[in-house]
């Protein structure tokens, strides 16, 4: 495929997060002639080298029969598609185009034929999109998809080369790119679809290259050039707006209002069950608030709030409780000293000081230590992974304290943080970095991990956490993504108490309090 040098994107996650958007897939083979079939795929990331895609056919479709002959194949995802025009541009002339994104994966077909592998085959694809909501699970149903199964032929193809193209308008200028987005977002649906896009896989306000030789200026006039880049491609302007979730989200005082009156409302249902203010340290910050089930040695999740270290408090966040008490899950909502009259050091000792406080407590507060689970948003999500890489036998107790985690929007490298306007706050220097980064220091054991980002949130909280999966798993942990096709960084927090949504469904997943549905 050609792909001119501005819309290349040779981060092989950025293809797998299209595919798995996409999803439908034409399958292209040749032998004595061109065959090509719509197949939706799933994609295994970690098969070495480079990864592999699974699916199935129908057996009445000819095109099986070639791959048996003929194993190299070719498969093309397309992204939805919109046409551009040149009224959306600041500047003239202009000429019309299309914005996309594709990916062409070439690879070797092996069919699956055999019962057990067909088998496996059709279930992850329902295991994997079938929403928890629904109640509906394939495996109840068992014995009619066996059979299916002589229906089908199944198929996996190890990849051998991805090309990605990103034709997202991101080689223009910023006023450009801004135009170009709003009218996307105006547009019709497969417009506002292919906006979407291009706040996922692009960074709207990214420079463009810097010119091979500096551009002449007339007098008087300032350079054309860039300011020096100080996080991969990005300015500090750039990388600011990045991380500034209060900018891209103006309605934020009013969500902030929100969570207290629910948490204030909360705390007054609950409070023959709450335990407010338990101090885990001498100082003001060093409390939580815990808030018990109606029966005894049942799980405990911990709820770590984000804030970016520096501001917000439990008192906000009362109401996550509600959803997991019915459940019979205790949950902790735990405060930490805040940046700047702290360090990052000590608020990740004030973290790990919390969780050791209360599975000391466990007898007395009433729950299961061997079942604490940690949860958090943003700096929260941060702090989580932090929860679980700590070797918890230097504070007196099991190595595997933790038994799972759930990161919600997370910051797992800690040095973009370091170069803009945060760290004016935060105050890190690059040695803290160095101790505080979870991507830098993956351990060798950890227990499940589940992270989420909202689907419009910027490029870089996307990155966050496509590295750092890509890290996690190249270590042999486990993590499991849970997608959201839209949603900004302070929706996660009412996403992972929704009973309804995919994200509560995966928690109660993971500590063991999953009821299926008749």
């Known amino acids: 495929m050609y792909i001119p040098v501005s819309f290349q994107a040779a981060d092989r996650n950025i293809a797998f997060d299209l595919i798995e958007q996409i999803r439908l897939?034409?399958?292209?083979?040749?032998?004595?002639?061109?065959?090509?079939?719509?197949?939706?795929?799933?994609?295994?990331?970690?098969?070495?080298?480079?990864?592999?895609?699974?699916?199935?056919?129908a057996r009445a479709n000819p095109q099986w029969k070639v791959f048996e002959r003929s194993p190299d194949v070719l498969v093309t995802f397309v992204s939805p598609h919109t046409y551009v025009s040149p009224s959306w541009y600041g500047?003239?002339?202009?000429?019309?185009?299309?914005?996309?994104?594709?990916?062409?994966?070439?690879?070797?077909?092996?069919?699956?034929?055999?019962?057990?592998g067909r088998r496996e085959i059709v279930t992850a694809v329902c295991d994997e999109l079938e929403p928890?909501?629904?109640?509906?699970?394939?495996?109840?149903?068992?014995?009619?998809?066996?059979?299916?199964?002589?229906?089908?032929?199944?198929?996996?193809?190890?990849?051998?080369?991805?090309?990605?193209?990103?034709r997202l308008a991101q080689q223009n200028n910023p006023d450009d790119r801004r135009r170009v987005l709003a009218a996307l977002e105006r547009g019709d649906l497969s417009e506002q679809?292919?906006?979407?896009?291009?706040?996922?896989?692009?960074?709207?306000?990214?420079p463009p290259p810097a010119p091979a030789q500096p551009q002449l200026t007339m007098k008087g006039e300032k350079s054309a050039m860039p300011g020096p880049y100080v996080f991969r491609n990005m300015t500090r302007p750039v990388l600011d707006v990045q991380y500034n979730i209060r900018g891209q989200i103006p309605d934020h005082p009013q969500i902030s209002e929100v969570w207290k009156e629910k948490s204030s409302a909360a705390r007054e249902r609950l409070k023959h069950r709450a335990r407010i203010d338990l101090a885990y340290g001498s100082e003001p910050l060093q409390k939580l608030d815990l808030f018990c089930c109606d029966q005894p040695q049942r799980p405990l999740l911990v709820f770590i709030h984000g804030g970016y270290w520096r501001a917000q408090d439990k008192s906000e966040f009362s109401y996550v409780a509600e959803s997991f008490l019915a459940d019979g899950v205790n949950v902790a909502v735990v405060n930490y000293r805040l940046a700047p009259h702290v360090t990052m050091d000590d608020i990740v000792s004030d973290l790990r000081e919390s969780i050791a406080w209360l599975a000391r407590n466990s007898d007395t507060l009433g729950f299961d230590r061997d079942r604490i689970y940690i949860s958090g948003s943003s700096a929260g999500g941060h702090l989580t992974v932090m929860s679980l890489i700590t070797d918890w036998s230097a504070y007196g107790l099991p190595r595997d304290l933790i038994k799972g985690g759930l990161a919600l929007s997370g910051v797992y490298e800690l040095e973009p943080i370091r170069l803009c306007f945060l760290n004016d706050d935060?105050?890190?220097?690059?040695?803290?970095?160095?101790?505080?980064?979870?991507?830098?220091?993956?351990p060798d054991s950890a227990p499940p991990l589940l992270v989420s980002v909202g689907g419009i949130e910027?490029?870089?909280?996307h990155r966050q956490q496509r590295d750092f999966v890509e890290a996690w798993r190249a270590r042999g942990l486990a993590c499991d993504v849970i997608p959201q096709e839209d949603g900004h960084h302070f929706d996660m927090i009412d996403r992972m108490i929704d009973r309804s949504g995919s994200l509560y469904a995966a928690l109660k997943k993971m500590m063991n309090i999953w009821r299926r549905t008749a």
């Open 25 to 57: 897939g034409t399958l292209i083979s040749h032998h004595g002639g061109i065959e090509a079939s719509l197949i939706p795929f799933m994609v295994h990331r970690d098969v070495a080298p480079l990864g592999r895609l699974v699916g199935h056919c």
């Open 91 to 116: 500047t003239a002339p202009r000429a019309p185009t299309w914005l996309y994104a594709t990916v062409h994966i070439r690879g070797r077909l092996t069919l699956v034929m055999d019962d057990a």
């Open 132 to 166: 928890a909501s629904t109640g509906w699970s394939v495996h109840a149903i068992g014995d009619y998809v066996d059979r299916l199964l002589p229906g089908i032929v199944g198929f996996h193809i190890e990849i051998a080369d991805i090309q990605t193209q990103l």
């Open 193 to 206: 679809l292919v906006a979407r896009l291009v706040r996922r896989f692009t960074t709207p306000d990214d």
């Open 426 to 442: 935060v105050r890190l220097d690059e040695g803290m970095v160095a101790r505080n980064s979870p991507r830098n220091i993956l």
């Open 458 to 461: 910027s490029a870089e909280f």
